[in-house]
């Protein structure tokens, strides 16, 4: 008998893992407030959804100020705050071609979509995250952090630039966070 015979009931029951796909692991840039780039590899970070780059929003004295920069600021200061190589763990490819990751500070470190969305500069995605980070969102909101001190326009309900209509990222965000690294709670 083949090691293939005997394998195939295993995975067809499910009692095999999946093969993984291998982390990317390297000093990131910030390319907006959910993109991130190691190694020349753009990266959208999974199951959030950040302000995009030349987003405006309202502060609780309702002026106007450059959100969405201010969510990429945040990122680049995090990056350089705790110098830390950054670890991806691939689940897919968004519409666009970029890798989409769940994402760490270090190894083992903290969930960067968790950290900016607990920070106030994204939102949870729910239709891609399954509420991974809907706690954290309740509490920005709850805090009044960041965009939650004034009023803004949810990213997903802008149009880029140029764009007749909203881009949808394809199913592949759909997938759940990789299977092979467990995401902090």
């Not at 394998?7 to 893992?17: E, N, T, V, Y």
């Not at 969405?68 to 689940?91: D, E, K």
């Not at 968004?94 to 979509?113: H, K, M, N, S, W």
């Not at 809907?134 to 920005?140: I, K, L, N, V």
């Amino acid at each position: 008998m083949t090691v293939r015979a005997l394998l195939l009931p295993a995975m067809l029951a499910g009692s095999i893992a999946p093969a993984c796909a291998p982390d990317i692991v390297g000093k990131a840039s910030v390319i907006d407030g959910d993109t991130i780039e190691i190694h020349g590899q753009r990266i959208r970070l999974w199951g959030i959804d950040a302000l995009e780059s030349d987003q405006l929003c309202r502060g609780d004295d309702s002026k106007h100020y450059q959100c969405g920069r201010l969510a990429a600021n945040a990122l680049a200061t995090l990056f350089i705050g705790i110098p830390h190589p950054v670890a991806c763990s691939p689940t897919g490819r968004d519409q666009y071609g970029r890798t989409v990751a769940v994402c760490f500070l270090g190894e083992p470190g903290p969930d960067i979509g968790k950290w900016l969305v607990t920070n106030g500069f994204a939102l949870d995605w729910p239709q891609y995250s399954k509420g991974q980070y809907a706690e954290e969102q309740r509490g920005a909101e709850k805090a009044g952090r960041e965009i939650w001190r004034g009023s803004f326009v949810e990213p997903g309900s802008i149009a880029p630039a140029g764009d007749l209509g909203t881009p949808s990222i394809s199913a592949v965000m759909r997938i759940s966070p990789n299977p092979c690294r467990a995401v902090d709670a």
